[in-house]
């Protein structure tokens, strides 16, 4: 008896694990920067995030309405999108900024490319560009923890010095809601290493590179590592599955693209923040890198020498 075969697209390995397990387990890990943002800028910062949670999850909803496509706010990566933003925005940043931020994410960066898995670029990361350039002057005014009045400069605008090493790892400092504490966000790392929900390759890269390329350029490796949103991009958006290499030496070219392109930001251009440039950049990169020579497949043979 003859069977047919069938041939099907990829993906061919299957897992019980859903997107929605996957969603869980990065706001889980976000969860500890949250709290301690929320902790350090008072109920402005806690609106913000709610806020953008729930423009980024009325945004998908509204939109599936209207495309009437089935709706994807269960998977929870809309509340995903929208709590990286919020974490990546200054704790006193108009709640409308935020929203409109997560509306821009949801729809323009993801839905209008075809939904989840079709987008090219990280929506948080993108939405938060727009802001920058869009409201810079709000977008760079910071307040120091437990302060309602006074700015202050994040340490990566304040001069050398100004912060130790010590505020810089706990991050009782001026920052956006989730960067300033770099143990807050080591523990949201840890937990998505056990759950091997992401792989060390590119936040390792990332962070590595950074530091190298910044101790060639005399700075301190240190400073550069927990200063601004580095840690925040290199483990919980540069490691986003969809707009990332997918091989682990991709996966490698990706991170020290990141970590070299975030210290020439830093260093030359005259931005705030080189973090969300560099992995922006790099997404748009990333199908290239993934079309570049790697390991043959099992069976595979050269054509020519057929």
Not at 125 to 140: K, Q
Not at 178 to 190: K, P, R, Y
Not at 238 to 249: E, H, I, S
Request: charged letters at 10%; aromatic letters at 8%.
């Amino acid at each position: 008896m003859n069977k047919k075969l069938v041939v099907s697209s990829s993906p061919h390995i299957r897992s019980e694990v859903s997107t929605r397990d996957i969603m869980l387990d990065v706001i889980i890990a976000l969860a500890p920067a949250a709290v301690f943002g929320v902790i350090l800028f008072g109920l402005s910062a806690a609106l913000l995030i709610v806020s953008c949670v729930l423009a980024a999850v009325l945004s998908e909803f509204l939109w599936c309405l209207i495309m009437k496509r089935p709706h994807t706010i269960g998977d929870l990566s809309a509340v995903v999108t929208g709590l990286l933003l919020a974490l990546n925005l200054p704790p006193k940043l108009p709640v409308w900024m935020g929203i409109i931020g997560s509306a821009i994410a949801i729809i323009v960066v993801k839905e209008m490319f075809g939904g989840l898995g079709q987008n090219f670029a990280n929506p948080a990361i993108t939405a938060r560009i727009v802001l920058l350039v869009s409201f810079p002057a709000a977008m760079t005014t910071f307040y120091p923890p437990f302060s309602d009045v006074v700015s202050s400069a994040t340490p990566l605008a304040a001069e050398a010095g100004t912060y130790t090493l010590k505020e810089l790892f706990l991050g009782t400092h001026a920052g956006c809601i989730g960067e300033t504490s770099a143990l807050m966000l080591l523990i949201g790392f840890a937990y998505l290493l056990v759950r091997r929900i992401i792989s060390p390759i590119i936040p390792l890269c990332f962070i590595g590179s950074a530091a190298l390329f910044t101790l060639c350029l005399g700075g301190n490796p240190l400073t550069c590592i927990l200063s601004g949103g580095l840690l925040l991009g290199a483990i919980f958006m540069a490691t986003d599955y969809v707009t990332t290499p997918k091989t682990p030496w991709g996966m490698a070219i990706f991170g020290v693209g990141c970590g070299i392109l975030t210290v020439i930001i830093r260093e030359f251009a005259s931005l705030p923040e080189g973090v969300s440039y560099s992995i922006l950049i790099m997404n748009i990169l990333t199908p290239h890198i993934n079309r570049l020579p790697s390991f043959k497949p099992f069976g595979w043979e050269d054509s020519k020498n057929a």
